[in-house]
């Protein structure tokens, strides 16, 4: 019983997390991209294993298109956003 309840309450943890995550990146992109970059550095240094250079590619930010770094992170102003373009 008391194993059961450990992993519910493992369960619960995970989720809250990503939850907060999700939260995260969507309402301050900027301090969240800056986090990323920090966590992902140490691990993409000269002499790391294989398996921490690809946790930091993982862990990395995509690449800011010029003239997108002013924008919030949504990426839904390119050319290809149907929600914007005038009739």
């Known amino acids: 019983m008391e194993a059961s309840l450990f992993a519910q309450y493992v369960a619960i943890a995970l989720a809250v ?8 990146n969507r309402q301050l992109p900027g301090p969240m991209r800056r ?42 102003c390119g050319p290809g956003d149907t929600a914007t373009r005038q009739p």
């Not at 997390?17 to 995260?24: E, G, K, P, Q």
């Open 17 to 24: 997390l990503a939850s907060a995550i999700h939260v995260l």
């Open 35 to 76: 986090l990323r970059v920090a966590c992902a550095v140490p691990l993409l240094r000269a002499g790391r294993p294989a398996w921490s250079v690809r946790l930091g590619r993982w862990i990395a930010p995509t690449r800011v298109a010029a003239g997108k770094a002013a924008c919030g992170g949504c990426d839904g």
